[in-house]
C-alpha cells in the first residue's frame, strides 16, 4: 500500500463557525465525530452516537471552507453541557479547539447561561485550566475506555442575553445570529392572514 | 462467499440494504471512520455529492456496523465503490461479502456488469476476486491513479474481458478517474 502525504495545511486558514442548521451540516458532525471517534479511538458505534443527538445542538467549524471540527451542546437548567469536540487530525496543529470553546462559550452566554460544563480526560485538564474550567469535585470516572473528571467553567451573560423580557420576535431568531432580523420577522409584513383565522371568525 | 464465516466470535455476521435514514447513517459513520479518520481524505471528496441517488449496503457485526459499499447505477453497469471494513474488523473478508451482496443486488435488478476503479496496488487483491482490467495502463496520476476493473454479475456467463474494452461505455455521471482513483480498499 502506498501511502500518500496530507497536504500542508494554510497556516492562516479562513475559520468559520456556525450553527448546524441543515441535515446537510449535522451529517458533517457526526462524519468527523465518526471520523475521530470510531476512526482514531476505536469508539463503537453506539458508544459514539448514543441517543442524545437529535436532543442536543450542533456546532460546525469550517477551514477554508472544509468541515475541520465540531462539538455538541446540550441545555440542563443549571449548565450547558459541551461533549463531543472534535477536530480533524490534519488541523490538529492549528489550536482551533479554543475557537470552538470560544464560540460555544459566547453561544451559550447570550442565550442567559451561567455555567459551561464538561466532562474531561486527565490529559486534557491543564489545557482547559487554562480556558477558565476548574474541577467541580474530585469524583472520577470511567466510559469508553478513559477516565474522566468534571469540570466547569462560569459564564457571565451579556446585557443582551435572551430573558423573559427579551423582544419575542428576538427569540425566533436563528440562535447564533441573535443579532440579525429572522425570516420570521420578514413574515410579519403579510399580517395574520391565515385563512384558518377568517373561518373561526366567520364560525363566531 | 464460500471463505466467509457467518459469525465471528459468535456474534452474527450480516448484511443489509439501507431502507431508512438511520441505517445510511451507519455507512456514512464507517465510511468517515475509515476515509476520513484513517486515510486522511477531505470530507467533500467523500461525501461527493452522489449519496442520495445511490444504494447503501451495511455489513453489521451483531448490531455494531463494521462495513459498508455504496452502489451507483449506470445504464451499462453497477459501480461498487467507497467499500469500507472498520480496521479492527478486517481480515475476515468482510469486503468479500459485501461485494457478493452488490453482485446479487445487481443479478436481481438485470444487470450484466460491475466495475469499480482501484488503486494500482489493490489489483492483484481484486483479481484474486474474479475481476478483470479494463484496460492495461492506469489512468490519473500519481496519488489518484487508478485502475478500472469489470466483473462478470453472472459468473458462468463470462465478459469477454480486457481484450474488448468497448464493452463498457463510461456514462457522462461517472466521477473523473483522478477524483475516485483512491477508493476502492482491499478490506483484506
Known amino acids: 500500500m502506498t501511502t500518500t502525504k496530507p497536504p500542508v495545511p494554510n497556516l492562516a486558514p479562513e475559520v468559520t463557525i456556525k450553527l448546524a442548521a441543515t441535515s446537510d451540516e449535522m451529517l458533517q458532525c457526526f462524519a468527523l465525530r465518526a471520523a475521530v471517534f470510531m476512526g482514531e479511538q476505536q469508539c463503537p458505534y453506539d458508544e459514539e452516537f448514543d441517543g442524545n443527538d437529535y436532543t442536543a445542538t450542533h456546532v460546525i467549524l469550517y477551514v477554508d471552507g472544509e468541515p475541520a471540527g465540531s462539538m455538541r451542546l446540550r441545555w440542563f437548567q443549571s449548565f450547558c453541557k459541551f461533549e463531543r469536540c472534535v477536530v480533524l487530525r490534519r488541523y490538529r496543529a492549528l489550536g482551533l479547539h479554543h475557537q470552538l470553546n470560544a464560540w460555544c462559550k459566547e453561544f451559550a452566554r447570550r442565550k442567559g447561561y451561567t455555567k459551561a460544563y464538561v466532562h474531561l480526560q486527565k490529559r486534557h485538564l491543564a489545557m482547559m485550566e487554562k480556558e477558565g474550567f476548574r474541577l467541580v469535585d474530585d469524583r472520577i470516572f470511567n466510559f469508553s475506555d478513559h477516565q474522566y473528571y468534571a469540570v466547569y467553567c462560569d459564564l457571565v451573560p451579556p446585557q443582551d442575553a435572551v430573558t423573559l423580557q427579551t423582544v419575542p420576535m428576538v427569540v425566533n431568531r436563528p440562535e447564533d445570529r441573535l443579532d440579525e432580523e429572522g425570516v420570521l420577522e420578514k413574515s410579519a409584513a403579510r399580517g395574520a392572514t391565515n385563512p384558518h383565522v377568517h373561518a373561526e371568525r366567520r364560525a363566531n | 462467499m464460500s471463505n466467509t464465516p457467518r459469525s465471528i466470535n459468535g456474534e452474527p455476521l450480516t448484511t443489509k440494504l439501507a431502507m431508512r435514514m438511520e441505517d445510511s447513517l451507519h455507512a456514512f459513520a464507517v465510511r468517515a471512520a475509515t476515509f476520513i479518520g484513517e486515510l486522511d481524505v477531505p470530507y467533500s471528496e467523500e461525501f461527493d455529492g452522489h449519496d442520495f441517488s445511490a444504494t447503501h ?131 483484506n
Not at chain 2, 171 to 182: E, F, I, K, L, V
Request: overall charge positive.
Open chain 2, 57 to 187: 449496503i451495511i455489513a453489521y457485526l451483531g448490531s455494531e456496523p463494521v462495513g459498508a459499499v455504496r452502489v451507483r447505477w449506470l445504464q451499462s453497469f453497477a459501480m461498487p465503490e467507497r467499500l469500507a471494513v472498520i480496521q479492527r474488523f478486517r481480515g475476515h473478508n468482510i469486503g468479500g461479502l459485501l461485494l457478493e451482496r452488490c453482485r446479487q443486488l445487481a443479478e436481481s435488478r438485470g444487470c450484466s456488469t460491475l466495475y469499480v476503479q482501484v488503486r494500482p496496488a489493490d489489483v492483484t487483491y481484486w483479481e484474486k476476486q474474479g475481476w478483470q482490467r479494463l484496460a492495461s495502463e492506469p489512468a490519473g496520476a500519481g496519488a489518484k491513479q487508478m485502475i478500472a476493473m469489470v466483473r462478470a454479475v453472472d459468473p458462468s456467463k463470462p465478459m469477454r474481458g480486457s481484450d474488448a474494452p468497448e464493452a463498457v461505455t463510461l456514462r457522462g455521471d461517472a466521477p473523473s478517474p483522478a477524483a475516485s482513483g483512491r477508493r476502492e480498499r482491499a478490506s
